[in-house]
C-alpha cells in the first residue's frame, strides 16, 4: 500500500512538470559562408527530439503555422534572395485543417543566401519563428545574428528595436556550425507530372500527326538507317535542349525562387486565371492561338540548311507550330513548376519535353512500330478539348487564391465545389458523347477507352457533391478552398451548433456555441460579475491539438453543457499576430524578448504566470486568478477531461 502510494506521489509529480515546464524541443546550429564579394550564405540546422515535428516554411495556408525567417534591419543593408532552401520534408493529410501538412521530424536543415547592399554593414539578424508539435504544440522564436566580417554567429535573446530601447541582445551562445545537406524538394513529383502534361501534350491534333511524317522524314531521306536513326535522335534531343532552356530561362530571368513569392500574390493570381480561361476556351473550340506565320516561315527556310542546325531547327519548327496545343500546357506547367521554387521550372521542362520527344526517337529506332499507330482522327480533338475542361477548373484554382488573401467570399467553398461539380460534370456528358463542341466529328460509338474515362470523370464528379454538405474531399485537399471558409462551415444542415443570440460586452462566438473571451481581463471581470470559474485556454490558431480538443472533446455531451453554463472560458490565442499599440509593447521580463504582437503578449504571459509554453494548456480559475487545480494539456479522453473540469469547478464551490 505505501509502495503505491509513493508511485502514485511520483506520477503526480511527473505529470505536473510534463505540463508546467519550458519546452525547447528544436535545437539549433548554424554558421554563414561567404560566396561572392557580395553574397553570403546562412546555413541552418535543427535537431528535432524524438516524435516531436516541426512544420515547413512552405507549409499550405489554413494549416499549422509554417516556418518563417525575418530579417531585422534589413532595409538597405542587405536583401535575401529568394526562400531559403530546405532538406526533404514529409507530406501528411490533416483532417483537422483539411490540408496537407509539410512537417520535419528528427532532423531539418536550411540554408539562405543574402545579398549586402550596404558594404559598411556586417551584422545579417535573423529572427526564426516556427511551431513544433507533440501532443501539445509550441510556437518559438530564436534570434541568430551573423557577423559577415569574421564569418561567426552568435544567438541573443532579441534585436535592439529603437521603440523599445530596453531589448536585451544579450549573446546566449556562440552556435555551432554544422554542414547543411543540399536536398531538391519534390523533384520526382514535378518530373513525373510535367512528363505526363508532355504526353497529353503529344495526343493532340498539333503534335500526334507529326510523329509518322518526321519519323518517315528522316528514314527516307537519310542514306542509310543508322544515319536515319542518328537524325531522329538529334531531332529528340534538340525538343528537350529547346524547352529545358525555356525552363532555364524562368529561372534565370526571375530567380531560382522569387515566383515562389508570387503564390500568394493577388494579382498575379488574377492574371493567371485570367490566362487559364482564354487557354481553356481555346482548347474548347472557340479560336485557335498561334504565333506568328512569319516566325514558323523564318524558322522552316533555316530548317532547309540541313545538318545538324537545320534538324535543330526542325525541332523548333515543331515547337512554334504546335503552340496553339501546346502553349497552354506549357504555361500552366512553368507557373506550377516556378512557384515550387529552385529550379522545378528545369525540371518540369525536361519531363514535359523528354515525354516529347520520346516517340520520336523509338519510332526511328524500330519504324515497325509505326504501323500499330493510331489513325489521326476526332478522338484528338476529344483529348484537346478533354485539356480545356481541365484547364478551366484548374484556372478557378488561381481565383481561389486571390479570393482567399483578399478574404472577399466571393469563391467560398461551396461555390468553388458547386463550380468544380459543373466542369467535370459538362466533361462527363461530353466525354458519354450527349454534349459536342466545335470540330468535334459526329460520334456513332462510344470506344471502351472513352467510355471508361467517362465513367471515371463522373464517379470524380458524385463524389465532389457531397462537399456541398461539409464533407472533407481529401482527394481536393489543397485545391478547395478550406471548410473554414465557407458559407455553412459546419456543414450545410448539419452539425452547425446555432447563433448566441446576445453576448456579452467584449465576448464573441465560441467552437460548439460556446462564449469566449479572448482578452484575459475583460473575460476575469465577466466571470466575477457572473460569479463562475473561469477556463484559461492558452491555444493558437494553428494549433492541431487545441482543434482535436474543440472538436471532439469539448463538444461531447458529458462537456459541452458544462462548458456553455457552468464556466466562463477564456481563450488567449499565443499565435495572433496583430500587432499590439505601441504604447502596449514592452519587453519581457522572463525571456528579455520584444513584445509587439497579441500573441507574444499571451505567449509571454502563460510563461511569466505558469512557467509553461505548450498549447493546450487548460487552467480552471476562480474570479481572483487563483487556481483550483493543477493544469492539464492535451487530454484526448473524454471521461479523464470531464473529471478534471468537474474536479475543478467543485473546488470553487467550496
Known amino acids: ?139 518559438q522564436s530564436k534570434f541568430f545574428e551573423f557577423d559577415t566580417k569574421n564569418l561567426t554567429v552568435k544567438e541573443v535573446k532579441g534585436f535592439a528595436d529603437l521603440s523599445l530601447e530596453e531589448t536585451s541582445e544579450e549573446t546566449i551562445s556562440e552556435v555551432a556550425t554544422v554542414e547543411a545537406p543540399k536536398e531538391e524538394r519534390g523533384i520526382w513529383n514535378i518530373f513525373i507530372w510535367s512528363f505526363l502534361g508532355g504526353f497529353a501534350a503529344l495526343l493532340t491534333p498539333c503534335v500526334f500527326p507529326m510523329i509518322p511524317m518526321t519519323v518517315s522524314f528522316f528514314t527516307k531521306q537519310s542514306k542509310s538507317r543508322a544515319k536515319g536513326i542518328k537524325n531522329a535522335l538529334i531531332y529528340g534531343v534538340s525538343i528537350i535542349v529547346i524547352y529545358v532552356v525555356l525552363g532555364l530561362l524562368v529561372t534565370r530571368i526571375f530567380g531560382a525562387d522569387s515566383l515562389n513569392a508570387l503564390s500568394t500574390n493577388v494579382v498575379f493570381n488574377v492574371v493567371f486565371f485570367l490566362i487559364l480561361v482564354v487557354f481553356a476556351v481555346s482548347f474548347l473550340g472557340a479560336f485557335e492561338i498561334m504565333l506568328p506565320n512569319s516566325w514558323a516561315n523564318k ?17 523548333l519548327a515543331l515547337a512554334v507550330v504546335s503552340f496553339s496545343c501546346t502553349g497552354p500546357i506549357v504555361g500552366t506547367l512553368l507557373v506550377e513548376a516556378a512557384s515550387k521554387g529552385g529550379l522545378a521550372p528545369l525540371i518540369g521542362m525536361l519531363g514535359f519535353s523528354s515525354a516529347l520527344a520520346l ?19 476526332g478522338w484528338m480533338n476529344s483529348v484537346k478539348v478533354s485539356l480545356g475542361f481541365l484547364e478551366l477548373a484548374l484556372a478557378l484554382k488561381f481565383l481561389s487564391n486571390a479570393d482567399l488573401v483578399l478574404q472577399l467570399g466571393w469563391l467560398e467553398r461551396e461555390v468553388f465545389i458547386a463550380l468544380w461539380i459543373a466542369i467535370f460534370g459538362a466533361w462527363a456528358m461530353y466525354l458519354f458523347g450527349k454534349l459536342q463542341l466545335p470540330h468535334d466529328s459526329p460520334i456513332a460509338n462510344l470506344s471502351v477507352g472513352r467510355a471508361l474515362f467517362a465513367i471515371i470523370v463522373s464517379a470524380f464528379t458524385i463524389y465532389m457533391i457531397p462537399g456541398l454538405w461539409g464533407a472533407p474531399l481529401k482527394l481536393l485537399s489543397g485545391l478547395t478552398p478550406p471548410l473554414t471558409y465557407a458559407e455553412s462551415p459546419k456543414g450545410v444542415g448539419g452539425g452547425g451548433a446555432a447563433s448566441i443570440v446576445e453576448l456579452p460586452a467584449g465576448a464573441k462566438e465560441g467552437p ?103 498549447q493546450p494548456y487548460y487552467i480552471i480559475l476562480d474570479s481572483d486568478g487563483n487556481r483550483l487545480n493543477e493544469p492539464v494539456g492535451y487530454t484526448p479522453d473524454v471521461d479523464e477531461y470531464a473529471a478534471w473540469l468537474e474536479g475543478g469547478i467543485a473546488n470553487y464551490k467550496k
Open 359 to 377: 516517340p520520336f526517337m523509338l519510332f526511328a529506332l524500330f519504324p515497325g512500330w509505326l504501323n500499330s499507330l493510331p489513325r489521326s482522327g
Open 1 to 139: 500500500m505505501i509502495k503505491k502510494i509513493w508511485l502514485l506521489a511520483i506520477a503526480s509529480i511527473f505529470s505536473i512538470g510534463v505540463h508546467a515546464q519550458i519546452l525547447d524541443p528544436v535545437k539549433w546550429t548554424t554558421r554563414i559562408e561567404k560566396v561572392a564579394d557580395d553574397e553570403y550564405k546562412l546555413f541552418f540546422d535543427a535537431v528535432i527530439e524524438d516524435q516531436w515535428h516541426m512544420y515547413s516554411q512552405f507549409t499550405p495556408d489554413n494549416g499549422p503555422l509554417p516556418l518563417e525567417f525575418i530579417y531585422n534591419n534589413q532595409e538597405g543593408n542587405y536583401e535575401p534572395i529568394g526562400k531559403a532552401t530546405e532538406s526533404e520534408y514529409q507530406v501528411k493529410f490533416d483532417e483537422t485543417f483539411e490540408v496537407d501538412v509539410y512537417s520535419f521530424q528528427n532532423n531539418a536543415s536550411f540554408s539562405h543566401n543574402i545579398k549586402i547592399t550596404n558594404p559598411n554593414n556586417t551584422f545579417i539578424q535573423v529572427e526564426l519563428f516556427y511551431q513544433a508539435c507533440i501532443d501539445m504544440c509550441i510556437n
Open 512 to 614: 460548439n456555441g460556446m462564449i469566449v473571451f479572448t482578452d484575459y481581463e475583460t473575460g476575469m471581470a465577466y466571470a466575477k460579475e457572473v460569479n463562475k470559474p473561469v477556463l484559461l485556454d492558452f491555444t493558437g490558431y494553428a494549433c492541431v491539438n487545441c482543434r482535436k480538443m474543440e472538436d471532439h472533446v469539448w463538444s461531447d455531451s458529458k462537456i459541452l453543457p458544462t462548458l456553455k453554463n457552468e464556466i466562463v472560458l477564456i481563450s488567449l490565442y499565443v499565435d495572433d499576430k496583430k500587432l499590439l499599440p505601441e504604447s502596449e509593447q514592452y519587453v519581457s521580463k522572463t525571456t528579455g524578448q520584444r513584445i509587439k504582437s497579441v500573441g507574444n503578449k499571451w505567449s509571454d504571459f502563460q510563461i511569466e504566470h505558469y512557467q509553461a509554453n505548450a
Open 299 to 315: 524558322i522552316d527556310r533555316q530548317a532547309d540548311r540541313g545538318g545538324l542546325i537545320g534538324i535543330f531547327f526542325m525541332a
